[in-house]
């Protein structure tokens, strides 16, 4: 027994949690104080129910001595654990009077919790029967005692009496007689309310099955239970007149907010506007209240549009009361309500859409847990009245949930394409006119936290610059989507990127130029060569180095920006063995037969990387041809990947064929080979493979090759020249004029595609959230992480303005002021500043500021032309449909008129 006890004592000091539980499990008193005292915690959770080693005990009959020790060494006596229980709750499912006790005595809490919507009282009466009644009936006294409130209505609206009653109908079958003795004990020590819940549901049963019982007859005060009846009751009339006689008894300030809250928020999960009103009747305005947010949750939720509506009538104008509205995806839990078979004008959640947009203060790019905003619910659910109510809100198209999908995924073509067209419009001048002006709309392409009512409390996201091109490159790369590219809103937008971007890519495309003409001339005409200029070869040789190094800086740049991602490419990695092979054959002459070597592949190389850069050029032309080589190009790889099993057999068997004489040939030491007859007669594996190679594109040199040294040769060779020659080479030439057929038919696309991938890649260099570091820094000094970025700063008010008879100038509307004087041009910003007067917008002229290139201070001739079209289609229809009666006008009428007639027929009846 000694050792058991020092076995228990040692666990105790090295695992006191684990001795704590292994005590109470045991029913050991003393080595359940000594884990106590040795540090163990009774609140910690253990174990896969996730009950903490007080909420054992609490629930355990018999254990009030443990109860007490818990409770005398910290245990947490009035919070909940992640079910909603309290320790009371814990303590009444034990059904031991000597456990509530002991909980009620240590200290004061509100024994009125509740769990699941039902106090304490309502749980004990509602488990009460014939085998456990006496000691519930125990553990209800200890609570009357200790204050409970008898009548609290639960969720069906019945008092913790009212639920003891609700099976009476058993009672007199049972002869639970007992029942009476609780009932008059309730009745007789509490002031027991039998005629405020469910039109006096519990005064009827009592008569009906205790009519020798005498009520009490009390005059009942309005209380917040009583009020909470009349709620849940639907009546009005009895909670107006029982409010006021409430509102003027005399009450502590913290009492009177607790009791208002939980009325408010009652008659708010009720749904009747009036029980809302009469409570708002003394407080007009919210003000810094907390709930608020739960409140508006509520009506957005079930639907309650009438008093949504009233409650943001009642919210003052102020910044805590903003982040309230914003603080739960109001607009989200109301989108996921709406029924899409339901006529919008009948549906409260659709309503409840309108009412929240209408207000102005709802953050409408708000997203929940899951990263989706309301955009994203309505083209999920497919409702597309609410899509386009979003849109006109200037919804943002662009945000991306946890599973990185954006809005524009499964939204309608048609429906976006709408959108973007209404985002285009006119002045009330003249289409000829010179002051004749298109305002260009941009704001479903504006971040959310460039927009009023941001309200997310993300550092991260709020800190990450965010990318104003991740809807376009979608669109650039969906087959559904990638004809909106040609739109004026995503074209002028794109646009006006490039204009930011081209000065410094065009300064990167002349010093990358004269460094691959510089570099070759030096490979070609001046490495590893003696008779040449020493002079034109230093200079040669001096601006090779520095274009290689001003390359190199380039590319470490990139490195560092983007550590995780630059390697994943393969043109970086070509740019990186360019870079090591230039330093190489710049800093060294090697031997003959090395430099031949390294001169072949620096010049192949450097072609190659060119030509990529070139490519990368967004002028229809160029973009197109290159193109035109990379598609054509893999898919002559995909293709050769599956006839190459053919190729390799057939160039076996010329092997195995024709090769019978080189072997003779070979072991003659006095006959060497031919070269040229060793190819032509398949010598080796090798050049059996590469002949076979040049028999596919029609070089056979029939003539050359030996038929006669086998009678199968003549078979396989025609059984080549039908597969190989004929059937193979030209199926592949076949499907590259099918992918140059239809990349020409979608060239002004692969134009547009192809400066979209060009802005991306910059911009996504230039976004980073890194900011240690003298290089990073140095690199942001020359371009900000925000230099490509059109919001909030070079596009303050989301939209342009282009001046179609002004050589299609593009104008940016500013904030007002006045400015004075001769037009400056902010070089950083390339903008234009005008002199104007007082507007109400200030407008500045976007321009790249070079001389060289004055056509790309304008919009493209195309983008406008477009824009004209749709502003000339929506005048005519909208002149078409003045002229036509709505369906709906029509429809009512002659519903009326029936209505009409079918009044007269039962008249003349």
Not at 48 to 67: D, K
Not at 265 to 271: C, D, F, L, P
Not at 467 to 487: F, G, Q, R, W
Not at 607 to 624: D, K, N, R, W
Request: proline share 3%; hydrophobic share 40%; glycine share 4%.
């Amino acid at each position: 027994m000694d050792e058991k006890k020092i076995n228990s004592h040692l666990l105790c000091i090295s695992n006191p949690q684990h001795a704590l539980s292994t005590s109470f499990a045991e029913k050991n008193i003393t080595q359940f104080q000594y884990a106590l005292e040795c540090g163990a915690d009774p609140n910690v959770h253990e174990g896969t129910s996730g009950l903490s080693v007080f909420e054992y005990v609490c629930q355990t009959p018999g254990s009030s001595l443990f109860m007490k020790e818990c409770l005398n060494n910290g245990a947490l006596i009035d919070s909940r654990n992640v079910t909603g229980k309290h320790p009371l709750h814990f303590a009444i499912s034990s059904f031991d009077p000597e456990n509530l006790r002991t909980l009620l005595d240590h200290d004061k809490f509100n024994v009125d919790v509740t769990y699941q919507d039902q106090t304490a009282l309502h749980i004990l009466l509602d488990r009460i029967d014939d085998l456990n009644w006496k000691k519930i009936f125990s553990c209800v006294k200890l609570l009357l005692q200790a204050g409970a409130n008898i009548n609290i209505p639960n969720e069906d609206n019945r008092s913790a009496l009212g639920v003891f009653a609700k099976n009476s109908k058993n009672w007199t079958q049972k002869n639970e007689y007992w029942r009476k003795d609780v009932l008059e004990y309730c009745l007789n020590n509490t002031e027991v309310d039998v005629d405020s819940f469910r039109k006096g549901e519990l005064r009827k049963k009592i008569n009906d099955f205790f009519p020798d019982t005498i009520i009490p007859h009390r005059i009942m005060k309005n209380n917040l239970s009583t009020l909470l009846a009349l709620i849940k009751s639907q009546n009005e009339t009895k909670f107006n007149s029982a409010y006021e006689q409430y509102s003027g008894i005399q009450k502590d300030e913290a009492g009177w907010q607790h009791e208002w809250k939980e009325l408010l928020k009652n008659s708010v999960q009720s749904g009747r506007l009036n029980f809302v009103k009469k409570v708002l009747e003394y407080d007009q305005i919210f003000k810094n209240y907390e709930d608020l947010s739960e409140l508006l949750s509520t009506c957005c939720s079930f639907g309650f549009y009438d008093i949504l509506s009233f409650l943001l009538s009642k919210i003052e104008n102020i910044e805590s009361n903003i982040k309230q509205i914003n603080k739960a995806p109001l607009l989200c839990l109301a989108i996921k309500e709406i029924n899409t078979l339901k006529e919008k004008s009948k549906c409260p959640f659709f309503k409840c859409l309108e009412i929240l947009l209408s207000d102005g203060r709802i953050d409408i790019d708000k997203t929940d847990d899951k990263g989706c905003s309301a955009l994203h619910y309505a083209v999920k659910y497919k409702v597309d009245a609410a899509v386009d109510i979003l849109l006109q809100y200037k919804a943002y198209i662009g945000s991306q949930n946890m599973f990185s999908e954006l809005p524009i995924c499964e939204m309608s073509t048609e429906l976006l394409e709408k959108y973007l067209d209404s985002c285009i419009t006119a002045n009330d001048k003249r289409p000829g006119d010179d002051d004749y002006e298109i305002t260009i709309d941009f704001s479903c392409l504006v971040p959310p936290m460039y927009k009023k009512n941001y309200s997310s409390t993300n550092e991260q996201v709020t800190s990450k610059c965010p990318d104003e091109m991740l809807p376009i490159v979608y669109m650039a790369n969906s087959t559904d989507m990638k004809h909106l590219l040609k739109h004026p809103v995503i074209s002028s937008f794109v646009l006006i990127k490039w204009l930011k971007l081209s000065l410094y890519f065009y300064i990167n495309l002349l010093i990358c130029t004269i460094f691959f003409i510089s570099f070759t001339w030096y490979v070609v005409g001046c490495y590893g060569q003696e008779d040449v200029n020493i002079w034109l070869k230093n200079i040669v040789h001096s601006i090779s180095f520095i274009g290689v190094t001003y390359m190199a800086l380039r590319e470490v740049g990139q490195m560092i920006l983007h550590t995780k991602t630059y390697f994943t490419s393969v043109e970086n990695w070509m740019e990186i063995m360019l870079i090591l092979c230039s330093y190489t054959v710049l800093s060294r002459e090697f031997s003959n037969e090395i430099r031949l070597f390294i001169s072949a592949f620096v010049i192949l190389l450097s072609a190659v990387e060119f030509t990529l850069l070139v490519g990368t050029l967004p002028v229809l032309s160029i973009s197109t041809h290159m193109v035109m080589l990379k598609t054509v190009s893999k898919s002559f790889l995909k293709s050769l990947v599956l006839y190459s099993i053919i190729l390799v057999s057939f160039a076996f068997c010329f092997y195995t064929l024709f090769n019978v004489d080189n072997i003779k040939l070979r072991n003659d030491d006095d006959n060497p080979t031919n070269p040229e007859e060793e190819f032509n007669t398949f010598g080796n594996i090798r050049t059996a493979l590469l002949k076979t190679a040049v028999m596919l594109t029609g070089e056979f040199e029939a003539a050359n090759i030996n038929f006669r040294a086998n009678s199968v040769s003549y078979v396989i060779f025609v059984l080549f020249l039908f597969f190989g020659a004929i059937v193979i080479f030209n199926l592949m030439n076949g499907l590259a004029v099918s992918d140059t057929t239809a990349i020409k038919a979608e060239a002004e696309l692969i134009g547009l595609s192809q400066k979209v991938d060009v802005i991306a890649k910059y911009e996504q260099a230039l976004s980073t959230s890194k900011s240690d570091g003298a290089i990073i820094r140095g690199i942001f000094s020359i371009f900000p992480s925000t230099f490509l970025k059109l919001f909030p700063k070079y596009i303050p008010q989301f939209f342009i303005t282009v001046m179609p008879n002004q050589s299609n100038a593009i104008l940016i509307p500013q904030k007002q002021r006045c400015v004075d004087g001769d037009t400056t041009v902010d070089v950083e910003s390339h903008i234009e500043l005008l002199p104007v007067g007082s507007k109400f917008y200030d407008k500045v002229k976007i321009t790249v500021g070079c001389c060289v290139l004055p056509a790309f201070s304008r919009m493209d001739t195309k983008i406008m032309k477009y824009a004209r079209e749709i502003l000339h289609s929506r005048n005519k229809r909208s002149h078409v449909v003045s002229q036509v009666e709505p369906l709906e006008d029509r429809l009512s009428r002659m519903e009326s008129n029936i209505e009409k007639i079918l009044q007269c027929l039962q008249e003349l009846k």
